[in-house]
């Protein structure tokens, strides 16, 4: 598995390579054409023949060198290559080719790179090309059809092979729309939960500070506290962003599990008591699941704050084989207040969107007793050695 991936980093990097300079490319296609087309002249020929010239054999370079300028002018270097063969044929008596090895190059490349109409035109000029260059060497029938059939499988690779990129391109857009999706989403989280904290803070320390000037101090230090952490989130995120940038920040690690108790503290500290409880063998999850199950409980703790008018709210976590359960029940005004939890931004949406996207559920509904507001999150665990693959 180690050695499959090592092979499959290193074509990445060519590919990469490869992009990044055409022209190194274009020219070493073009050294391996010439040294396939070299072939037929170190190979002793027939006593009836003549031998081979270097005439003949400039003639063959001439007819390779333009393959430099195949993604450049793709048909204009097809025009130069098909007036070198058509020299080559008619005006010196040089070794043939097994394959018109430049021939099924630059009309690959035809087919790749070029638009609409230049195609059609070129598979125009191929249908009355290749018959003729048949009829100026063997005039057999066998020969047009095999040529035929080599400049069709040519331009045919050069048609999928667009297909392909094209198909990459709208994948890696797409998969760029999910992660600006994904950042949004984290950031709208961060934002939300930290402002909500800070409004109901700022709020209570007016009428803190005329009669428990020492809770209003405590208020103040949670407000510090709260933006300090929404700040260090937010950094993280735009590093995200600026990954691969030169001066990016380093990256850190995102949320998980570890992080809930300090979360419940600072709602707690500005917010309705929440009580914290685990059940089940608790075990390290993925990255991803525990950062997704951090983003939750936050969000769910969030609209407590925000819409819910609760005294007090429970974040519990169940851990059973593959499944974590993630509830988070306040006893405030329960369903009227359910479609403000959800309107206005994400809310009851980007928690489902986030369970969904580690196929899971969520749920929204009554708390125990029809009383307050409950969320139900059911996330599913892969085992370590899956979370390893």
């Known amino acids: 598995m180690g050695r499959r991936g090592d092979v499959h980093a290193r074509w990445e990097r060519t590919r990469t390579w490869g992009g990044a300079n055409p022209w190194a490319v274009d020219a070493g296609i073009a050294l391996l054409v010439q040294a396939a087309m070299t072939m037929p002249f170190v190979v002793p020929r027939p006593p009836e023949l003549e031998p081979a010239t ?4 400039g003639l063959t370079t001439l007819t390779v060198v333009p393959l430099v300028w195949r993604r450049r002018a793709p048909v204009a270097v097809l025009l130069a ?24 190059v630059i009309v690959y490349t035809v087919a790749l790179h070029s638009p609409p109409r230049k195609r059609l035109a070129t598979a ?3 249908l009355v090309a290749v018959p003729a260059s048949v009829w100026l060497n063997t005039r057999s029938a066998r020969e047009l059809t095999f040529s035929l059939f080599v400049f069709g499988a040519a331009y045919v690779f050069g048609r999928l092979q667009d297909a392909r990129q094209r ?4 994948e890696a857009e797409r998969a760029a729309a999910r992660e600006r999706a994904r950042i949004a989403r984290e950031m709208h989280d961060i934002l939300s939960h930290a402002v909500s904290l800070m409004v109901v803070q700022a709020e209570a320390g007016p009428v ?6 020492e809770r209003a101090e405590a208020a103040f230090e949670a407000i510090s506290e709260t933006g300090r952490e929404a700040m260090t989130q937010l950094r993280q995120m735009l590093g995200l962003l600026r990954e691969g940038s030169e001066g990016a920040p380093p990256r850190e690690p995102q949320p998980d599990l570890s992080g809930i108790p300090a979360l419940v503290e600072r709602v707690r500290s500005g917010g309705p008591p929440v009580a914290y409880t685990t059940e089940g063998g608790v075990r390290a999850l993925p990255a991803a699941t525990g950062a997704s199950a951090y983003r939750i409980v936050q969000e769910a703790l969030t609209n407590v704050v925000r819409h819910a008018d609760a005294r007090r709210a ?3 976590l169940a851990h059973a084989d593959g499944v974590l359960h993630v509830t988070v029940t306040d006893d405030g005004r329960g ?3 359910a479609g403000a939890r959800g309107s206005g931004g994400h809310g009851l949406t980007g928690i489902r969107e986030r369970a969904a996207a580690h196929g899971g559920t969520a749920t929204a509904g009554p708390g125990p007793d029809g009383r307050g507001f409950e969320v139900r999150v059911l996330l599913p665990v892969p085992s370590t050695a899956e979370a390893g693959r």
């Open 54 to 57: 270097w005439t003949a054999y």
């Open 81 to 104: 290559i098909l007036a070198t063969s058509t020299l080559y044929i008619l005006a010196v008596d040089g070794p043939g080719q097994p394959l018109p090895y430049t021939g099924l």
């Open 124 to 126: 125009g000029l191929m």
């Open 167 to 170: 198909a990459h391109l709208v």
């Open 208 to 213: 803190a500070v005329r009669t428990a000037p």
């Open 314 to 316: 429970e974040v519990r």
């Open 335 to 337: 369903p009227a207040v």
